[in-house]
Nanobody
């Protein structure tokens, strides 16, 4: 079983919403800070949001108010609710521990918002 698997991406209209999910296969998941990251075409991977083991989440300043991170420790899941999507949100979205260190990345999930 892959350690991290993201899902929920797809094609969304400008102004639309998507909810991404991330399944993490690690018995000590609930003790780790987790993060969502994204990589747009031609750009470096960037941090989107992080959430503490006890569920306190925050998004990076440019995304506050549009992106919300949450988690369910009982299910080893991390979520990213995205609203008011924009063309510049088009990217492959990944989740990982934060900081990821040398941990492997999952396949990511593609989010496309046409301009």
């Amino acid at each position: 079983q892959a350690p991290i698997v993201e899902s929920g991406g797809g094609l969304a209209q400008s102004g639309g919403s998507l909810r991404l999910s991330c399944a993490v296969s690690r018995s000590t998941f609930s003790t780790y800070t987790m993060g969502w990251y994204r990589q747009a075409p031609g750009k470096h991977r960037e941090l989107v949001a992080i959430i503490s083991p006890d569920g306190v989440g925050t998004s990076t300043d440019p995304l506050k108010g549009r992106f919300t991170i949450s988690r369910d420790n009982a299910k080893n899941m991390v979520y990213l609710q995205m609203i008011n999507l924009k063309a510049e949100d088009t990217a492959v979205y990944y989740c990982n521990f934060h900081p990821p260190g040398g941990r492997p990345w999952g396949p990511g999930t593609q989010v496309t918002v046409p301009s």
